[in-house]
C-alpha cells in the first residue's frame, strides 16, 4: 500500500459514535475521516418502518448538538433520527465519506485499512462500528423447518412484507416486545418465547422512565459493577416510543391477546417446543422492576420529590404452551439479541475477550496501541452506546488519540 492516501485518524462508522468522536478530535486540532458502509446514521436506516426511539427526544445529546426541537417529550421516528446524524455531520463538517465499507485494518508502524472504495494508511483508527454487529441465534433455531421463513430483527421491515399466517417471535426485548405488539396491531396471531428482561412503566410520576434513570445515577453504572462480564448482553429496560411512548412488557402483551411462552428449545418436526420458565423469567423481570423502584425511591425521599409510586405489579398466571403446531405459520423472527462481530474482520488475537468485547482500557486496545472504540454497549458505562451517554466516552477517546498523535 505504498501508493496509499494517507491520513491521520481513521473513523469506521458514521452513527452517533463515530461523528461525535470526529467532532471531538477536530475540537483537538486533530483531523480525522469519517467512513460510512453506508449513508450517515445507517443502523438507525435499517430499523422497520415504524421504528421510534425508546428515550426521550430530549436524550439526544450528541457533543456540541443537543436536540433542540419543539417536541423533547417526544420520540422520533426512524428517518428523523437519520436526518438529526445528517445535520450533525454538516454541523460539526468532517469529511464522511459515505458507500465506503472498511474491509480488513492491519497494524504495522501505522494502520492499513483496505476499503470498498481504496486504501488509506492511518496513524490512529477509531472503530465505532456500532453497539452490536452480528444478530445472536439461538443454537436450536436450526431445528425449524426450512420451509418456515426465519429472520433476524434487522430483516425486518413491516407486517405486509411477511408471509400469511401466524408468527413466532424469539426474544422479549425491546425489539421483539415491539415487534410483536406492531403485528398483533395488523392482525397477526403471535407468539413470543420470552426471556429475561427488565422492565419499567413509561412514565413514573411526573417524568419519563428515562429521567429517573438519569437521575438516580443508574445509567453511570460501571462494567466492573456489574454481576459478570455477560450481564452487558442483557436486554435494556422494556417501554416503547412509538406513537408518543407507552408501557410495552409481557404483562402488555399478554393483555393484548399476545401467547407467551417459556424460552425456545427448539422443534420436533412441524412442531415447535417451549420451557416451562415463562413464570421464571416474569420473576426475574419483575425483581429488576423492584430495584429499581427502590432505587428512585431512594432518589425522591433525598430530593424531596414526590414518590414514584410503583406498585408491585400483579401475578402474570400459568406457563403458556409447551408445545405449538407450526404448520399454519407465516415466519419466525429472531429478535434475541446481537453479539460483538469485530473479530470477523479484525485479525487480532487476543484483542477481543470471550463474549467479542474489546479489551481495553479507556477505549484504546490494550493489545493493539493506536486502534480505539467508540459506542461500544458498556465500554466504560451503561450509557456509553446511548446518544445521551455517547459524548462522554468520545472526549476521553479523543483525548487518548490526540495524546498518540503527539507521541509518535
Known sequence: MASAEHVQVAVVGGGQAGLSVARELTALGVEPVVLERGRIGQSWRGRWESFSLVTPNWSLQLPGFPYDGSSPDGFLPRDEIAAYLERYAADIGVPVREETEVL?????????????????????VVIASGAYQRPYRPAVAG?????????????????????AGRVLIV??????CQ???????????????????????????????????????????????????????????LSSGRGGGHDLHLRTLR??????????????GHEARFAADLRESVAWGDAAYQELADLFGRVAQERGLAEPGLEQPPAIGGEGPERVDLRDFGAVVFTSGYRPDYGSWLSWPGAFDDLGFPIHQDGESTVVPGIFFAGVHFLRKRKSSLLLGVGEDAAIVARGVASRLVSL
Open 255 to 268: 393483555d393484548l391477546g399476545v401467547t407467551l411462552t417459556g424460552h425456545f428449545l427448539g422443534a420436533e
Open 143 to 163: 431445528s425449524l423447518p426450512g420451509s418456515l421463513l426465519q429472520i433476524d430483527a434487522e430483516g425486518y421491515r413491516s407486517e405486509a412484507d411477511l408471509p
Open 104 to 124: 480488513a485494518i492491519d497494524a504495522g508502524d501505522d494502520f492499513s485499512v483496505r476499503t470498498s472504495t481504496g486504501d488509506l494508511r492511518a496513524d490512529a
Open 179 to 237: 415487534i410483536a405488539e406492531e403485528l398483533h396491531e395488523a392482525g397477526r396471531d403471535v407468539v413470543v418465547a420470552c426471556g429475561k428482561a427488565p422492565w419499567l412503566p413509561r412514565r413514573i410520576g411526573d417524568h419519563d422512565l428515562v429521567w429517573w434513570l438519569v437521575e438516580s445515577r443508574f445509567l453511570e453504572q460501571s462494567v466492573d459493577a456489574l454481576p459478570s462480564p455477560s450481564a452487558r448482553l442483557r436486554s435494556n429496560v
Open 171 to 176: 426474544g422479549s426485548g425491546q425489539t421483539g
